[in-house]
């Protein structure tokens, strides 16, 4: 099972490190270099969360049409083998946009687009295999080993690809993009090489599917649970929207250079593998609600010091928000997963999560939407890049007030009822697809 466990993990990993440089590293070329729209950027990056929903049918649809004999190794090596294409596409994609606009976006949408159906493809299968291989009792330490090894391949592919870019060029650019979609090719093929068996005897759990109407409709039909929603989608959504802009902010504020902007993944990433560890044993100490509070606040005090750093023009003031911002994403991460297990209480576990899952999916969209739309109009308006990205974050702040007023009218004790216990803070990450 040790085997099987470190397989699941390098195809978590192999999808994963897919999204890092073109999340840290070619959203900042199209917007700084390049001079694209950032909501031009923000929709090509968003193609996953946009076609996340897919994930419903592409998960009925496997369990009832295997292939070769596979019930999910195809479907995990055909969403891979997209993923890989486009992370190796997409830097010529950038540069055709700047030769031939409506040309370069034509193509821009069918290769980020086939991106973002691979993630979801291929993330959607390995996860159910995950939950097969595994079984209930051992499912928690499955979950554990994937999504470590998934956060120190981020931390490990945002520093290299910041390596390979150390003196910049479009050659470099191509070939650190090759670099990492042909590793995340070899990690998946040696973790799906006799990882299912094929034509299996054993009997696999089955898979509850809910399409996104009957999520919605578990959500409005109780009062507690849109509260949890509302709240959910606007914090995770101040959290998670400055995504597509951290690494161009530091461009534009201080000058960094694109080896620098892509390290700030990997600052970020290693403090909130830290926190992690710190939100778990908190969590025998401090209440959900009260370590959630303090993961929002933290949010809040992260993008303060990060706008105050570009009024003054100080870099140290700006790592120090990315420090905090690490760390406020973790112990929220940890928090709010803990409350989402507790608010399956009031009806079918796989129901709630999933509609736990989508209030993140749809941050995750509105998210970027947001700050592309926000930062072009203000830049447009003030004739300031900066002016345009501390706009966006001190509306992340406002976002994060509001989610904490939400929170204060959010009884949990309606939902203790739900056992919980077995279940490790890593486990609740991935069952709720947060990360």
């Known amino acids: 099972m040790t085997r099987k466990r470190i397989q699941l993990g390098l195809i978590h990993v192999a999808v994963t ?9 070619l959203n900042r070329i ?5 001079a694209l729209s950032a909501l ?3 929709v090509l990056v968003s193609l996953p969360y946009l076609f ?3 994930q419903v049918a592409i998960g009925s649809f496997s369990d009832k049409h295997p292939l070769f004999g596979w019930k999910r190794t195809p479907y995990i090596a055909l969403g891979l083998l997209l993923c890989v294409g486009g992370v190796i596409a997409s830097p010529y994609i950038a540069y055709l946009i700047i030769e031939n606009y409506w040309l370069g976006v034509a193509v821009g949408v069918i290769v980020f687009g086939a991106w973002g159906m691979g993630f979801n493809l291929a993330s959607v299968s390995y996860f159910a295999l ?4 595994s079984g209930e009792a051992r499912r928690s330490r499955t979950i ?3 999504f470590f090894m998934m956060i120190i391949s981020i931390i490990l592919t945002s520093f290299s690809v910041g390596e390979m870019l ?3 060029s479009t050659a470099a650019l191509y070939r650190a993009f090759l670099l990492v979609g042909l ?8 973790g799906l090489l006799w990882l299912e068996e094929r034509s299996q005897a054993v009997e696999h759990l089955q898979e509850e599917h809910y399409s996104w109407k009957e999520m919605f409709s578990a959500i409005t039909s109780n009062k507690q649970a849109t509260r949890f929603f509302w709240y959910l989608l606007l914090l995770l959504t101040a959290i998670l929207g400055q995504d597509i802009l951290l690494e161009p902010y530091g461009a534009e504020a201080f000058g960094l250079t694109v080896q620098q902007t892509t390290r700030i993944t990997t600052i970020w990433g290693t403090f909130f593998l830290i926190s992690l560890s710190v939100g778990g044993m908190l969590e025998r100490r401090v209440s959900k609600i009260q370590q959630a509070k303090i993961g929002a606040w933290s949010g809040i005090a992260a993008f303060a010091l990060i706008v105050l750093s570009g009024v003054l023009s100080s870099l140290s003031v700006f790592y120090i928000g990315v420090v905090l911002l690490g760390l406020a994403t973790g112990l929220a991460t940890v928090s709010n997963l803990s409350l989402m297990l507790d608010m399956t209480a009031v009806g079918s576990v796989g129901l709630f999560i999933g509609a736990w899952g989508m209030a993140s999916a749809l941050a995750r969209l509105v998210g970027n939407m947001l700050s592309g739309i926000v930062r072009e109009g203000m830049t447009a308006i003030t004739a300031s890049a900066v002016v345009g990205y501390n706009t966006v974050f001190i509306i992340e702040v406002v976002l994060l007030v509001i989610s904490l007023a939400i929170l204060r009218g959010v009884d949990v004790s309606l939902f203790q009822k739900q056992a919980n216990s077995e279940l490790s803070y890593v486990d609740r990450a991935v069952i709720a697809n947060e990360v």
Do not use: R
């Open 166 to 168: 150390e003196v910049f």
């Open 144 to 146: 554990a080993v994937m």
């Open 30 to 34: 199209m917007i700084k270099e390049l």
């Open 17 to 25: 490190i897919t999204l890092v440089p073109i999340n840290s590293t």
């Open 40 to 42: 031009l950027v923000a």
């Open 183 to 190: 590793a995340a090719l070899v990690f998946g093929v040696i």
């Open 130 to 133: 995950a939950t097969e291989i």
């Open 52 to 54: 996340s929903p897919i």
